[in-house]
Nanobody, 125 residues
Framework: QVHLKESGGGLVQPGGSLTLSCEVSGRNLSSFAMAWFRQTPGKERVFVAGINWISSVRNYDAPVKGRFTISRDNTKNTVFLQMTSLKPEDTAVYYC??????????????????WGQGTQVTVSS
């Protein structure tokens, strides 16, 4: 059974930084392309960033490009989302997700096989 567990969320001031982690268990991380999504109340879950199995492809949604960095350590079965220059509009529950099609980075929730429970990120002064 594959499990994903996010950590690292919290309250941060505008302009601040935060790094989220997603630990995968039950299968080697190299079996998946990985992504981060986020969701606010009453809205759809949207793609934030994705990375393929060997980190040769990384995609970002336009609002976070240049501020967020996705990375992975397959030896530690962990994916990271480094977030800098945070804005109030980045406030959301952040989810990591695993896609068994390892070579590509896809941005639709329908392609992802496994999901974490989410971690809250709040950007506020």
């Amino acid at each position: 059974q594959v499990h994903l567990k996010e950590s690292g969320g919290g309250l941060v001031q505008p302009g601040g930084s935060l790094t989220l982690s997603c630990e995968v268990s039950g299968r080697n991380l190299s079996s998946f392309a990985m992504a981060w999504f986020r969701q606010t109340p009453g809205k759809e879950r949207v793609f934030v960033a994705g990375i393929n199995w060997i980190s040769s492809v990384r995609n970002y949604d336009a609002p976070v490009k240049g501020r967020f960095t996705i990375s992975r350590d397959n030896t530690k079965n962990t994916v990271f989302l480094q977030m800098t220059s945070l804005k109030p509009e980045d406030t959301a529950v952040y989810y990591c997700a695993a896609d068994s099609t390892v070579y590509r980075v896809r941005d639709s929730i329908r392609y992802f096989d496994y999901w974490g429970q989410g971690t809250q990120v709040t950007v506020s002064s």
